[in-house]
């Protein structure tokens, strides 16, 4: 069983998961428009991680037979015109994602649920990874400036990515 406190805040983070996926899919959908589809594509798999990730949370409250609450997913802001600026923003977002996760890792600590602080391990070692993927794509990007072939060659790259053997199970 974990606190009301704690089960909010888990809450609050699938439907944050959910949001996530929402934002992805509408920066999918930007480099679409800028027929980029093997980056459009990453961006794709990184919306379905991020329901993945909802599921997790979703089934870990069920689990404690928590309250689920669906809350409103709020509508993402979308003005990113360019290849940088879209992952730029993932950027942004995927270090906000990883401050709220450690911020109910810090709640499970002070609350004594070690079963939820073993559950948030994936996600808080996987924001590592999450960041730092995003960050190769933008020093690549940058390097490139505005080469168009250098752009179609990342773009290929880009479109080689499958979902992470891992995330079925999260
Ligand atoms: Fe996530
Ligand atoms: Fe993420």
Redesign the pocket.
């Known amino acids: 069983m974990i606190s009301h406190e704690l089960a909010k805040g888990i809450n609050q983070q699938m439907v944050f998961?959910l949001y996530?996926a929402y934002l992805?899919l509408g920066l999918s959908a930007a480099l679409e428009k800028m027929n980029l589809p093997g980056a459009a594509h990453w961006m794709k798999m990184?919306a379905d991680?991020?329901i993945s990730?909802a599921n997790g949370f979703y089934t870990y409250l069920v689990g404690q037979d928590a309250e689920i609450e669906l809350e409103t997913i709020q509508k993402p802001e979308i003005s990113a015109d360019t290849p940088l600026a879209v992952f730029t923003a993932a950027l942004k977002?995927?270090k906000l994602?990883s401050k709220k996760i450690d911020k109910l890792a810090e709640l499970s600590v002070k609350e004594h649920s070690f079963a939820t602080l073993v559950f948030l391990n994936t996600f808080v070692t996987?924001?590592v990874e999450?960041e730092r993927n995003v960050q190769v794509i933008i020093d690549k990007l940058s390097r490139i400036r505005d080469n168009p072939s250098a752009l179609l060659f990342i773009d290929a790259e880009l479109a080689k990515r499958t979902l992470s053997p891992g995330t079925a199970a999260v």
């Open positions: 998961e996530s992805y990184q991680e991020e990730h977002h995927e994602v996987e924001q999450e």
